[in-house]
């Protein structure tokens, strides 16, 4: 069990690759992924952003670009699943980058996120090196400051059957 301190905007963009994964996937093993562990911590979290996209847009701009969220991950298996998902995601963002020609301040955020995930995703690597004694699995292929830190414990099971709508 090792404690991982994440960007709150690198945690949206992971938990949201996650649970694209869980939903495409329903019959994976319930309750025995990093999703499942972390979910009940992703909800409240989701719901407390989208109250401040609403009501307080500083608020929720601070949030995500200056806090962040320290989370315990049980498994190295786990972190291999956090690990993918974060350079599938830093993947994708590269491969939008490609196709952005005509609006550098949409490729400026862009390589900024992309940079962000792949250096949490080397983090991660050597977290899992020093705390479980494994270098977590690489991703392979690609599936189509000033900190304020939130203290959050997830917790390692979460009973099945419970599943959010898509986003859109």
Known sequence: MIELRISIWQF??????????????????????VFDAWRDVWEELDAHLA???????EAYA?????????IVCDTAEHLGEVVAAAES?????ERQLAITKDDEQKAVHLRFEA?????LAEELRRLGRAGF????????SP???????????????RTPGTKRPRRR
């Open 89 to 93: 995601v830093a993947d994708d963002l």
């Open 12 to 33: 949206v963009r992971v938990m949201v690759a996650l649970e694209e994964q869980a939903l495409d996937n329903p019959s994976g093993a319930a309750g025995d992924t």
């Open 143 to 157: 599936q189509p400051s000033k900190s304020r830190t939130r203290r959050v414990t997830a917790p390692s099971r």
């Open 115 to 119: 940079e962000g995930l792949w250096e």
């Open 51 to 57: 109250e401040l996209g609403r009501t307080d847009i």
């Open 62 to 70: 601070d949030m995500m670009l200056d806090q962040e969220l320290v």
């Open 133 to 140: 004694g494994v270098v977590p699995r690489k991703h392979v």
